[in-house]
């Protein structure tokens, strides 16, 4: 049963990812990235963090990508993308080789018998409470970090996208700053 | 209840002035209409009114609609729809002299007349046609005509199934044995019957 | 295995078929309560009442020319639709509708599946339903869809935040995500409601439900005046019909949520057993809602923006906060 | 058939090097961001799977540290990117060449 | 109680930060006003303490918090208020506390008037953190902080220029800060590695604990402890041969001489001997040694008193004197002396000081006692308090300088020591007369100001009751001799005289008085009616010699800075530019030619840039492999 989910998911999320990245078209790649998040909530539900897959679904489809999407309404989102793109060969050699090393470290002995679980939780806990438990006590300051670092994006993407984008400040043509405090006074 | 329609477009409603506050400028005042508006919760009181309507209107009957096709609303006499030619009430022959003003002066080109002498050497309206797919129901022609022979007469339901509908002089023509139900008109720009009242009805300040 | 596995698909296709029919039906309701509520008859000359009048617009949905604009993004239109009616439903499948009952001797819980995380999972999929207005806007190669999109994108996502953060202070008092928790939380009795103890997350989840079932006071995302249909401009026939069916389903999941998170849930209300007592709450909700439209005004953009960001966000968090400091002591 | 932490890794794998192909390939800022969040998901998954065959919370509890920088790396990333396309009136990355001395 | 010490430690942390907030504002009278109050707190607090032992309360202890918590060492941010401390901390906050109240006066002109009681507030935290901490790397960190703003105030006037050291001795208040802070560190070394050999050996630095396991040092260890200590008292004290920066010191604004550089500060190295008593009481020699300095610094310093012209100077050099009286008492054994020395000596020269500070005000900061004279006639009241606190200082009776310095001239003789005694006894005449002759040279005799033409004012009213403290414990101070031994010898060993010393005490006494009233007569006879001056006297080769201060700061600019310079310069152009800065250069050259040959990666497109990285990526894993295959 699982199995079947796990191949199941798999396979589309591959194959959506692939859309992502050789799709021309950005509304393509972009509904395709949105929909392999979804999937792989999925692969979370299946290795039985639910509250990971919630918060995936919640953050990166529900978040993340519709503000991708809300970006995208800025630029022609239905042209397609025109790129050069570079030869074949080094793509692949490269992809290529890390992905049998990545491969290699991977299926390693080494890997998976030497670990030891450090942080367990409460056993016996659903997922949830399990990941609070832990969140909330070693790794409170990190999850304090975070939230500081939340803070600090939002106020820097407001600041970045905000009213006077399109009037550069730094680049000292004098008119155009004249321009923006002339508005600024006006308002 | 189709009573109540009778009287709505000849003013006899009671106007009702509703105070209103002058918008604040201060902080202070917009804080002030801020708490007003809250804890006398307007938003409800918009509710309210709804609610009250929807009581009204489940169990008291006092519906506005009027199904249509089935009750019909009197209309004002000066209700201007689709033309009419009218007849001479003495000798009961159409009053149109084949002038061909109406024609003329019809700023969407609808109207179409075609005139001969008869053997009286009388003009002789030998087709008129107003293609109702174009007309604006402006009223020019009813005004420009000298003879009142064009007026606007009372039907309003001119749904057709095709594009350009035509009426011909025959269709338009008050019906002989109908002679004498034909209404005159004052012409056009004369007053109401009851235009005293709406006058006086009016407040200054509306 | 095999007959739970069962009993999920009946369940699944049963809350489909019912929540899709009442949709339908909830069009009706909204055009007859509206019509009164303004003292006109509403739909009369379909079927006894106009309750035909459904039938007459599904047949209408169904026949008409489905079309596609020649600039669009062919599969992404076509998909946008089911995208907004699908996730609807799936929000559906998290949330318990009644209370158990058994039906030939076999105990069936009215819940497609009861997840530990419930609530978190009704809200993601909820939010995964702005899919469906956003690709479609983007796809359709029209400037007032675009516009209705990057609404669609704006609303959902702020109010998303007031939704979240207003749910968060019941669950901190519950302590739990499911939504069955929730319901035996406020067993015994109307004094027990979550609605009494958070009324400011009351009004608030209602205020961002509204937003985010796009329903007056917030219609901004196809709203006539401004930008044409919005996101749904170019949409015809049946694939407008999905995202009506989608936007009728959401309403009645916010009312199944708030009934379940403030109102009681499915707890029986005094001689009221506990299955009439839910139909009822989400009737009222449901009736709120079209009352709402039907006597208030709609706002503008920067205004609901200003009302999330500036209003509605800082009380949430001053609740939740407030909620905290009174759980701790 | 029974699945082992390897199928996951493996996916992560796979899907790290996708997303890793689409840096490498694309010269469109928006896809660049794209792939980036496919190689972050590709962590995730590995991460979580970890998590989930050891019964360590760690690896869950980092995959959902990453959701926060996604977060923010979108907040601060679009950001720039919408002024890059106003100043620039192109995301193609060759025709960025301010730098280039 | 405990709450009463962290209001007497933090109050004048609280009004240095507040002023801080101010610093860079022009005055602010508020500023000043706050901060004096929040010392007064600091004083009232430190009086509750004092009060509390005084009835027979117990030893105050606080724990702020854990400091250092490294492996074995485990020291904690504690303090400990107990006899010895409370003195301290009275005597520094009530001196505070007027010098505070009296800069409002002095500094009321001055553009850095929020900036200086920044300053002030924080020298008096971190005196008070020095007395009251309970362990010796607290009183490193007081001792360090009251270095600091020994520096700050005395490069208060940082702005003024350079001059030759013909024209000012000082050369700058900058290079006088400076001096005063290098020569402190020269010092402060020594205490640090004393701190090191105590920690080393005993594993611990509360002071209780490193008392009481003393006996664990061996002789040498305990020695050589000993003499680290003293050396960072003997920088911060300005022994000899350290003692140069105290007198160009006074190039700080006259409250802070005040305070810190006759009441406080210099006193530290001071507190520190009668701090560290059992050690001392083990090692005699070092003690004695310690006495021998202390007396040959008695002496040196008044003689090079007798002979300046520099107002604020003397009054240095008289504070230096009787530093050396302190640590003659202190090594002797007599502790409690010491103490009670220290605690007149703070108020009377405290007060000696701001008397000076009414009189440069009324000069226009003129310091030339040879241009003043005959000021009596407008500053009365300056005369007054100045003239008891010269007659304290003096030792004439009954005043508090009597008692304090008789005990410490009985001391000397009870020891057996009667070298120390008589230089002692003659320093004491040196002292009266060197402070009547600044007196009288001020004060009485013909007004030569006028010819400078300098219009003196006296100062207001207001600045004399916040002195009157101070000038009553001048007066007073002396009276509770016995009180005062019962009470700090709870703490210090008591120091009895011999059956002997009792008999001779009274022609002791007498002796003392005699040489002091002595130096006053003399004073009075050559000054008291104007001034003469005697060129055959004054090219003199021992005037010479005393008013150049021995030569010692030109022999050290001589002796240790210029060679330390050419050094320096040797080590510059030859080492430095020569060897060092080649290595780097060519290094950088290497880096310059590699960077010139791998900039074609670097072609601006980020493109490549990535897939630079991804290159980079495969390779760091196949490091990472390979690293674990080879494990």
């Given at each position: 049963m699982e199995a079947i989910a796990f191949y199941v998911f798999a396979v589309l999320i591959t194959a959506l990812f692939l859309v992502t990245v050789f799709s021309k078209n950005a509304l393509y790649a972009m509904s395709s990235l949105a929909a392999g998040m979804v999937l792989i909530s999925g692969i979370f539900f299946v290795l039985g963090a639910d509250f990971l897959g919630a918060v995936q679904l919640v953050v990166y489809s529900g978040a993340v990508m519709a503000l991708y999407a809300f970006g995208m309404m800025f630029f022609d989102a239905t042209k397609d993308v025109k790129e050069k793109n570079p030869s074949a060969k080094t793509i692949f050699l490269l992809s290529g080789a890390s992905a049998v090393i990545l491969v290699v470290i991977f299926s390693a002995p080494q890997i998976g018998r030497n670990i030891k679980a450090l942080v367990t939780g409460t056993p016996g806990a659903d997922n949830p409470h399990v990941i609070g438990e832990v969140l909330f006590t070693k790794y409170l300051i990190p999850f304090e970090v975070a939230a500081v670092m939340l803070l600090v994006a939002m106020i820097a993407g407001i600041i970045l996208a905000g009213k006077k984008m399109d009037v550069s400040l730094s680049e000292s043509e004098d008119d155009l700053v004249d321009e923006a405090s002339e508005l600024k006074e006006q308002k | 209840m189709i009573e109540n329609f009778k009287d709505r477009n000849v003013g006899v409603q009671h106007y009702r002035f509703l105070k209103l506050e002058p918008t604040p400028t201060t902080k202070m005042g917009k804080f002030k209409r801020f708490l007003r508006r809250t804890f006398k919760l307007e938003l409800f009181v918009g509710l309210k009114v709804t609610f009250r309507e929807m009581i009204k209107a489940l169990f008291f009957g006092e519906m506005h609609t009027v199904k249509y096709p089935l009750e019909k609303l009197p209309i004002s006499p000066r209700f201007r729809a689709i033309h009419q030619m009218l007849r001479l009430l003495e000798s009961g022959h159409y009053r149109c002299i084949g002038c061909g003003l109406c024609e003329k002066i019809c700023i969407s080109d609808c109207i179409r007349m075609d005139t001969r002498y008869d053997e009286n050497q009388r003009k002789e309206v030998v087709e008129y046609t107003i293609n109702f797919g174009r007309c604006i129901f402006c009223g020019y022609c009813a005004e420009v005509c000298p003879e009142l022979a064009i007026v606007h007469g009372q039907r309003y339901e001119v749904a057709t199934e095709q594009r350009a509908s035509y009426a011909l002089f025959e269709d338009m023509l008050t019906p002989i044995d109908q002679l004498k139900n034909q209404k005159e008109y004052p012409g056009f720009g004369a007053p109401s019957p009851n235009a005293d009242e709406n006058i006086k009805k009016t407040p200054l300040a509306y | 295995m095999d007959g739970y596995i069962i009993g999920t698909i009946i369940k699944a296709i049963l809350v489909l078929a019912i929540i899709s029919a009442l949709a339908g039906f909830g069009t009706y309701i909204e055009r007859k309560i509206l019509a009164f509520m303004q003292r006109r008859l509403g739909p009369t000359h379909v079927g006894p009442y106009g309750l035909l009048q459904i039938a007459a617009d599904g047949i209408k949905l169904f026949t008409k020319e489905d079309f596609i604009p020649q600039g669009a993004n062919r599969i992404i239109f076509m998909v946008a639709p089911i995208i907004t009616a699908a996730t609807a439903f799936i929000a559906l499948a998290a949330v318990p509708l009644f209370p158990e009952f058994e039906i030939f001797g076999i105990k069936v819980q009215p819940i497609v599946s009861d997840l530990n995380i419930g609530l978190l999972f009704v809200i993601a999929m909820m939010g995964l339903g702005l899919y469906g207005p956003l690709l479609a806007g983007m796809a359709q190669d029209n400037k007032w869809g675009l516009i209705g999109s990057a609404r669609t994108a704006i609303q959902f996502l702020s109010y998303e935040v007031v939704t979240g953060l207003s749910l968060l202070a019941p669950v901190m008092m519950v302590g739990s995500l499911s939504l069955i928790d929730f319901n035996n939380y406020q067993a015994g009795g109307i004094g027990n409601w979550i609605v009494w103890s958070q009324p400011v997350a009351f009004i608030l989840f209602l205020i961002s439900g509204f937003a985010e079932t796009n329903r007056t006071p917030f219609d901004l995302l196809e709203h006539e005046a401004e930008i044409i249909s919005g996101y749904a401009t170019e949409y015809s026939g049946m694939r407008w019909g999905m995202f009506f069916i989608g936007e009728y389903t959401n309403m009645i999941t916010i009312g199944f949520l708030a009934s379940l998170v403030f109102l009681g849930g499915f707890n029986p209300m005094g001689f009221i057993p506990g299955g009439i007592a839910i139909i009822l709450k989400v009737s009222f909700l449901f009736f709120l809602m079209l009352w709402v439209r039907a006597s208030w005004p709609h706002v503008r953009p920067d205004q609901l923006m200003w009302l999330c960001w500036k209003v509605l966000m800082p009380i949430a968090v001053i609740n939740i906060l407030i909620t905290g400091i009174v759980l701790m002591v | 058939m029974s699945l082992t932490l390897t199928h996951y890794l493996i996916l992560s794998v796979i899907l790290f090097v996708i997303g890793m192909i689409g840096v490498i390939r694309r010269k469109n800022l928006l896809m660049l961001f794209f792939a980036t969040e496919i190689m972050l998901n590709a962590a995730n998954v590995a991460l979580v799977a970890l998590s989930s065959y050891i019964g360590d919370l760690t690896g869950q509890l980092f995959a959902l540290f990453i959701m926060a920088i996604a977060a923010s790396e979108v907040a601060v990333g679009l950001g720039l990117l919408i002024l890059v396309y106003k100043k620039q009136g192109t995301l193609d990355l060759d025709n960025l060449t301010l730098l280039k001395g | 109680m405990e709450k009463l010490l962290y209001i007497a430690l933090f109050a004048p942390?609280?009004?240095?930060?507040?002023?801080?907030?101010?610093?860079?504002?022009?005055?602010?009278?508020?500023?000043?006003?706050?901060?004096?109050?929040?010392?007064?707190?600091?004083?009232?607090?430190?009086?509750?303490?004092?009060?509390?032992?005084?009835?027979?309360?117990?030893?105050?202890?606080?724990?702020?918090?854990?400091?250092?918590?490294?492996?074995?060492?485990?020291?904690?941010?504690?303090?400990?208020?107990?006899?010895?401390?409370?003195?301290?901390?009275?005597?520094?906050?009530?001196?505070?506390?007027?010098?505070?109240?009296?800069?409002?006066?002095?500094?009321?002109?001055?553009?850095?008037?929020?900036?200086?009681?920044?300053?002030?507030?924080?020298?008096?935290?971190?005196?008070?953190?020095?007395?009251?901490?309970?362990?010796?790397?607290?009183?490193?960190?007081?001792?360090?902080?009251?270095?600091?703003?020994?520096?700050?105030?005395?490069?208060?006037?940082?702005?003024?220029?350079?001059?030759?050291?013909?024209?000012?001795?000082?050369?700058?208040?900058?290079?006088?800060?400076?001096?005063?802070?290098?020569?402190n560190r020269i010092a402060d070394l020594g205490l640090l590695v004393g701190i090191?050999?105590?920690?080393?050996?005993?594993?611990?630095?509360?002071?209780?604990?490193?008392?009481?396991?003393?006996?664990?040092?061996?002789?040498?260890?305990?020695?050589?402890?000993?003499?680290?200590?003293?050396?960072?008292?003997?920088?911060?004290?300005?022994?000899?041969?350290?003692?140069?920066?105290?007198?160009?010191?006074?190039?700080?604004?006259?409250?802070?001489?005040?305070?810190?550089?006759?009441?406080?500060?210099?006193?530290?190295?001071?507190?520190?001997?009668?701090?560290?008593?059992?050690?001392?009481?083990?090692?005699?020699?070092?003690?004695?040694?310690?006495?021998?300095?202390?007396?040959?610094?008695?002496?040196?310093?008044?003689?090079?008193?007798?002979?300046?012209?520099?107002?604020?100077?003397?009054?240095?050099?008289?504070?230096?004197?009787?530093?050396?009286?302190?640590?003659?008492?202190?090594?002797?054994?007599?502790?409690?002396?010491?103490?009670?020395?220290?605690?007149?000596?703070?108020?009377?020269?405290?007060?000696?000081?701001?008397?000076?500070?009414?009189?440069?005000?009324?000069?226009?900061?003129?310091?030339?006692?040879?241009?003043?004279?005959?000021?009596?006639?407008?500053?009365?009241?300056?005369?007054?308090?100045?003239?008891?606190?010269?007659?304290?200082?003096?030792?004439?009776?009954?005043?508090?300088?009597?008692?304090?310095?008789?005990?410490?001239?009985?001391?000397?003789?009870?020891?057996?020591?009667?070298?120390?005694?008589?230089?002692?006894?003659?320093?004491?005449?040196?002292?009266?007369?060197?402070?009547?002759?600044?007196?009288?040279?001020?004060?009485?005799?013909?007004?030569?100001?006028?010819?400078?033409?300098?219009?003196?004012?006296?100062?207001?009213?207001?600045?004399?009751?916040?002195?009157?403290?101070?000038?009553?414990?001048?007066?007073?101070?002396?009276?509770?001799?016995?009180?005062?031994?019962?009470?700090?010898?709870?703490?210090?060993?008591?120091?009895?005289?011999?059956?002997?010393?009792?008999?001779?005490?009274?022609?002791?006494?007498?002796?003392?008085?005699?040489?002091?009233?002595?130096?006053?007569?003399?004073?009075?006879?050559?000054?008291?009616?104007?001034?003469?001056?005697?060129?055959?006297?004054?090219?003199?080769?021992?005037?010479?010699?005393?008013?150049?201060?021995?030569?010692?700061?030109?022999?050290?600019?001589?002796?240790?800075?210029?060679?330390?310079?050419?050094?320096?310069?040797?080590?510059?152009?030859?080492?430095?530019?020569?060897?060092?800065?080649?290595?780097?250069?060519?290094?950088?050259?290497?880096?310059?030619?590699?960077?010139?040959?791998?900039?074609?990666?670097?072609?601006?497109?980020?493109?490549?840039?990535?897939?630079?990285?991804?290159?980079?990526?495969?390779?760091?894993?196949?490091?990472?492999?390979?690293?674990?295959?080879?494990?």
């Open positions: - | - | - | - | 942390l609280v009004s240095s930060l507040f002023a801080a907030i101010f610093a860079q504002r022009k005055k602010m009278q508020l500023v000043g006003i706050v901060a004096s109050l929040l010392i007064i707190i600091s004083f009232l607090a430190s009086s509750a303490l004092l009060s509390h032992l005084l009835s027979g309360g117990a030893v105050v202890t606080a724990n702020l918090m854990d400091w250092i918590v490294v492996g074995d060492m485990d020291v904690k941010f504690g303090f400990m208020v107990d006899q010895v401390t409370a003195v301290m901390m009275v005597v520094v906050t009530l001196v505070s506390a007027v010098v505070h109240v009296y800069s409002n006066y002095y500094m009321e002109h001055d553009e850095g008037f929020n900036r200086f009681f920044s300053y002030l507030s924080a020298f008096v935290f971190s005196m008070l953190v020095l007395v009251m901490s309970d362990n010796f790397l607290g009183l490193f960190i007081g001792w360090e902080g009251v270095g600091v703003c020994s520096w700050l105030l005395v490069g208060f006037w940082y702005y003024k220029p350079d001059q030759p050291r013909e024209v000012n001795p000082s050369i700058s208040p900058s290079w006088a800060a400076n001096e005063a802070f290098i020569m090191f050999i105590l920690y080393w050996n005993l594993g611990t630095l509360t002071y209780s604990e490193v008392f009481a396991n003393l006996d664990k040092l061996s002789g040498g260890l305990m020695v050589a402890a000993a003499i680290a200590l003293f050396i960072g008292a003997m920088g911060k004290s300005a022994q000899f041969p350290l003692h140069t920066w105290l007198a160009d010191a006074m190039e700080g604004p006259t409250p802070v001489s005040a305070l810190i550089h006759a009441a406080t500060m210099v006193t530290a190295g001071v507190y520190l001997v009668i701090r560290a008593n059992p050690l001392y009481s083990q090692v005699p020699d070092v003690g004695y040694f310690i006495a021998v300095l202390g007396t040959f610094v008695a002496i040196f310093a008044a003689s090079m008193a007798l002979v300046n012209r520099d107002l604020k100077r003397i009054i240095a050099y008289s504070t230096l004197s009787q530093l050396g009286y302190m640590f003659a008492a202190a090594g002797l054994g007599a502790y409690w002396v010491a103490l009670f020395h220290l605690a007149a000596h703070a108020f009377f020269k405290a007060l000696l000081f701001l008397g000076a500070g009414n009189v440069m005000h009324a000069m226009d900061d003129e310091l030339d006692i040879f241009k003043m004279g005959g000021l009596k006639k407008v500053m009365a009241k300056t005369y007054l308090y100045m003239g008891v606190a010269s007659l304290a200082l003096a030792g004439i009776w009954p005043f508090a300088g009597f008692y304090s310095k008789d005990t410490i001239l009985e001391v000397a003789f009870n020891e057996h020591t009667y070298g120390i005694w008589f230089v002692l006894w003659l320093t004491a005449g040196l002292t009266a007369f060197y402070s009547f002759r600044q007196v009288f040279l001020v004060f009485e005799g013909d007004e030569r100001y006028k010819k400078y033409g300098f219009h003196p004012h006296e100062a207001p009213n207001w600045v004399f009751i916040a002195l009157l403290p101070l000038l009553v414990l001048a007066i007073v101070f002396g009276w509770w001799k016995e009180e005062f031994m019962e009470f700090v010898t709870l703490i210090l060993p008591p120091y009895e005289m011999s059956e002997e010393t009792h008999h001779v005490a009274w022609i002791l006494i007498l002796l003392t008085s005699a040489i002091a009233i002595g130096g006053i007569v003399l004073a009075y006879i050559k000054y008291a009616n104007g001034l003469k001056r005697d060129p055959k006297i004054e090219n003199s080769f021992i005037y010479k010699l005393l008013q150049n201060q021995y030569y010692i700061p030109v022999f050290y600019d001589k002796a240790i800075v210029k060679p330390y310079a050419e050094l320096s310069d040797i080590a510059w152009k030859e080492i430095d530019l020569e060897m060092i800065d080649a290595t780097v250069d060519g290094i950088a050259k290497a880096i310059e030619v590699t960077g010139d040959k791998s900039r074609e990666i670097q072609n601006g497109n980020l493109s490549t840039y990535l897939r630079w990285m991804v290159a980079g990526f495969i390779i760091i894993t196949i490091l990472a492999v390979v690293s674990v295959v080879i494990k």
